[in-house]
């Protein structure tokens, strides 16, 4: 809880992954990479319940060896790799509130596949979601590439121009842009219900840098993480 607002923690984490097969259960640097954001999410002290939604028993199983709950099993029609997020989202919400009558304020979204992000992250997008009275706030990284400097399109003649014009001459000059890092996402959550979307009129950004950012996608994606993990 904070500033008297109650707070679920939810982890979305279907068990059909294709980049990297059964991904949220693969050891990385010797425990289960879904393990690392449970603990994450269980070590803080706003966040009231961690639960994660899943449709596999396997990895509701080493959810709950963690510490977390897992109230509900998924359906099929939620689980496949073309469900957005947001009906993910929906779902549990709809589910606490029509089977175990349960009401909150917040909705902490984590996504298992960012595992170096901090509990000081975590808490600092709930804090800056109550403090300025955002609709919603999402963590980023600092860009590596920015379009008003150095990203290019190509039109249907095969011109290249810069993405964004402004006629800016050095990286340091051009407005800073950001990765949306897919770590730490935050709503109220009748906002979440009303909205159904992340661009909304007061959303927020925490930035983050790059090591806590990394967002496993494939093999290499895995490899540059446990380096990371077993660095610090």
């Known amino acids: 809880m904070f500033d008297k607002h109650k707070i679920v923690c939810l982890i979305p984490a279907r068990g059909g992954s294709k980049g990297i097969p059964r991904k949220n259960v693969k050891l990385l640097a010797g425990k289960?990479?879904?393990?690392?954001?449970i603990e994450q999410a269980l070590q803080s002290q706003y966040i009231d319940r961690t639960i994660v939604s899943t449709d596999d028993l396997e990895i509701a199983d080493i959810s709950r060896q963690y510490g977390a709950e897992v109230p509900f099993l998924?359906?099929?029609d939620l689980a496949g790799d073309q469900v957005a997020t947001m009906d993910v989202l929906l779902h549990a919400v709809q589910w606490l509130e029509e089977k175990e009558k349960y009401d909150f304020d917040i909705l902490v979204l984590l996504h298992a596949t960012?595992?170096?992000r901090s509990v000081d992250d975590v808490n600092s997008c709930?804090?800056?979601l109550v403090e300025t009275k955002a609709d919603n706030v999402f963590s980023v990284a600092e860009a590596h590439r920015n379009p008003y400097f150095n990203m290019v399109e190509a039109g249907d003649d095969g011109i290249a121009t810069l993405s964004k014009k402004g006629g800016y001459v050095t990286r340091q000059s051009a407005p800073k842009v950001y990765d949306m890092n897919a770590s730490i996402y935050v709503w109220w959550?009748?906002?979440l219900?009303?909205?159904k979307k992340i661009f909304l009129k007061k959303s927020h950004?925490?930035?983050m840098p790059k090591e806590r950012s990394i967002d496993i996608d494939d093999d290499l994606d895995f490899t540059i993480a446990e380096?990371?993990?077993l660095k610090r």
Do not use: H, S, W
């Open 126 to 128: 709930i804090k800056m």
């Open 114 to 116: 960012t595992p170096l």
């Open 74 to 76: 998924r359906p099929a």
């Open 227 to 229: 380096f990371l993990c």
């Open 32 to 37: 289960p990479l879904i393990a690392y954001t």
């Open 193 to 195: 219900k009303n909205e």
């Open 189 to 191: 959550k009748d906002v």
């Open 205 to 207: 950004i925490f930035v």
